[in-house]
Structure formats: structure tokens, C-alpha cells
């Protein structure tokens, strides 16, 4: 069956923000063969491309995109034999993140539970290093398969080649966007491992050091119930800005200040500040409304656009925001969405 290229599709459906007006081209792909197609018709037609997931990180401008759409849709998952304690699992880049966390909790694989409810697909995980409580998706990553724009080519990157950082890699680099991802390898173990330095979790098992696999899936869902919108209702991409990752000298002013901020050492020099702390307790902005965009009232990381938002709105709000953080703190912040342009 021969793949059909559709027209101006409205990218609003397509992204959690529920923004964005029509791609020009818009291919959806279920395997690799398919991915070449799509990519070679961008290339002759001598238009750019965009890579899309599931939307969850995204921010799909008003104007919409002049180009091509990928969307992947890739399936499958292959759970290999168990090894030294570690089993090894195989997931297509297409198939929902939170399902397949599911799958792992049920086989009592440790290692992803603490990524639970996170809205996406599997392949758009490296590319941002999607991280929750206390733990990176890099952490249990073993290899990333892409196909290479420029060669036609499938290739296997190992970890370390992927370059995993906070919320970044390889992927979002210059030489890394020639890298389209069709499958990500996790390795996983058999024995518990619970991980509960997280505040929220520390005080949700008190002093249960043990719970079982299936009990942490549940509190991290309960947790982020708790502070994250449903996304099904508002237009939200969950957490809009990184947490600032700066200088330990930087933020001396700050910390003797306000001795509650979180601080989270990154390195020797380095720490990672809790930027919502910082909107909620030091800026006042938890709740912060203008127009249809507003920050979260239970998390103030949390950018919501409501019905009837535009991009343009979004952008201009997160700008005022990061203007406010920076005359208060003299900390920039960064955006953790991307922006399909």
C-alpha cells in the first residue's frame, strides 16, 4: 500500500498545547521504509522537516509550518532474556511512553517507574533526556537506533554517544538533527531498586523504604495528578521551563536569602535550582494569568493555555515570565518546550 502525503493539516491536534496552524505536508510513518519516503519527498520538494512525536513538548506556532510533517508512528516492543539481572527491552520509537512503562511495571522490570504519566512516545524520550523524580531516561537508555537523513542509513548509537545532559543530548544539536529515531533500547532489572530521594515521594511512603514496583507507578500517577493539569482538557506541555542549572558562586545571594530554595548539586561547581520554587516563593507568580495563558495555581512550572490561546500569546507570556524571574533573581531561564518552526 502506497503512503499518502496529506495537506494542511492543523498541527493543533497534533500537540498537548493545542496550537499551531497547518503544516503544508504531513506524512505519518510506520516504518523505516516509509520514514525514507517521507524524508526523500522533503528533499526533492527542497523543503525542511520536522520530526513529530507526541506532541507533549511542543509548541506549534500560529503561521503553522511550510514544510514536512513526520509523524512516527512506529510499533513494537521485544523484551529480550534476562541477563546478570538485567533484561534488555526493544521499543519502536512510536509506541506511548506511559504504556510501555506500564508493560514494564507488570513484568516487575525496574528502573522507568518513576517516569509514569508522562504524556509522549518512546522515541521523543532521548532527544529531551525526559527526566522525573530523581530520575533520567538516559539512566536505563543502553542504545538509540536512528536513520540518518543524509546517508539513508540506519545506525546504532550507544549512551554515550548520545551525549545525554539535563533535558538535552545529541539530538538537539546541529549534527544530531540529521538523526531521525526509530527505536530506543532500555536496559532494566529484575531486582527492586526503589528510588524515593524525591521529596514528594520521601513523604508519600514515609517510612516505607521498600514499596513494591506497582506501589511507586501509583504514587507517582497520584502525585502527578495532584499537580499537573490534565492535558486532555487544557492545552499544557507539563513543565515549560528547565530548571536552572548554574555556577554554586552565582547563587550565594540567593540561597542566604531564601535558605528554603531547593538546591540540587549538579557537579563540584554547578547546581540545579528548583524554578518552581523560584516563580512560586521568590517571583509570586504561581497562578499568574494573562489573557489565556496562565502559570499552573498547583505548580507554577507548569505553563496552561486555554481555549482559544494562540502561540503568539504563549510565547509573549513566557517572555514576561522570564523577564520577572530575571529582574527578581537575575537568573535567565530556558524554555524546556521546543518550538516546531
Request: aromatic share 10%; glycine share 8%; proline share 3%.
Amino acid at each position: 500500500m502506497t503512503m499518502v502525503v496529506q495537506k494542511n493539516i492543523d498541527l493543533s491536534k497534533y500537540t498537548t498545547l493545542k496550537t499551531g496552524g497547518p503544516a503544508k505536508y504531513f506524512f505519518e510513518v510506520t516504518t523505516v521504509e516509509e520514514i525514507k519516503t517521507a524524508v526523500f519527498f522533503a528533499k526533492q520538494n527542497e523543503l525542511p522537516f520536522f520530526v513529530l512525536g507526541g506532541g507533549s513538548n511542543l509548541l506549534a506556532l500560529d503561521e503553522g509550518y511550510a514544510g514536512v510533517i513526520i509523524k512516527i508512528s512506529l510499533s513494537g516492543i521485544i523484551f529480550n532474556e534476562e541477563l546478570d539481572g538485567t533484561v534488555t527491552v526493544s521499543v519502536s520509537a512510536g509506541e506511548i511512553l506511559d504504556e510501555f512503562i506500564t508493560l514494564t511495571v507488570n513484568h516487575g522490570f525496574w528502573g522507568l517507574e518513576n517516569l509514569s504519566h508522562i504524556p509522549g512516545t518512546v522515541g521523543a524520550t532521548p532527544v529531551q533526556n525526559v527526566g522525573a523524580y530523581g530520575v533520567e531516561v538516559s539512566d536505563f537508555i543502553k542504545e538509540v537506533t536512528v536513520f540518518d537523513v543524509d546517508t539513508f542509513e540506519s545506525l546504532i548509537l550507544s549512551a554515550d554517544e548520545c551525549h545525554f545532559g539535563y533535558r538535552d543530548s545529541i539530538f538537539k544539536t546541529d549534527i544530531g538533527k540529521k538523526y531521525i529515531i526509530t527505536n530506543v533500547s532500555f536496559d532494566l532489572s529484575i531486582t527492586p531498586h526503589p528510588r524515593l530521594k524525591y521529596a514528594d515521594l520521601t513523604t508519600y511512603f514515609n517510612n516505607n523504604k521498600n514499596p513494591l514496583l506497582s506501589e511507586i507507578r501509583e504514587a507517582i500517577i497520584n502525585i502527578r495528578s495532584q499537580k499537573f493539569p490534565d492535558w486532555h482538557l487544557v492545552g499544557t506541555a507539563g513543565s515549560f521551563f528547565k530548571n536552572p542549572i548554574v555556577k554554586r558562586a552565582e547563587i550565594e545571594f540567593l540561597s542566604q536569602e531564601y535558605p528554603t530554595l531547593p538546591i540540587y548539586d549538579v557537579s563540584e561547581n554547578m547546581v540545579k535550582l528548583s524554578l518552581g520554587f523560584i516563580l512560586d516563593k521568590i517571583c509570586g507568580l504561581k497562578g499568574y494569568k494573562d489573557n489565556h495563558v496562565r502559570l499552573y495555581e498547583k505548580q507554577a512550572l507548569v505553563l496552561v493555555a486555554e481555549s482559544g490561546s494562540t502561540s503568539t500569546e504563549i510565547e509573549n507570556f513566557s517572555s514576561m515570565i522570564a523577564k520577572k524571574v530575571f529582574k527578581k533573581t537575575n537568573l535567565n531561564i530556558e524554555l524546556e518546550v521546543t518550538k516546531i518552526k
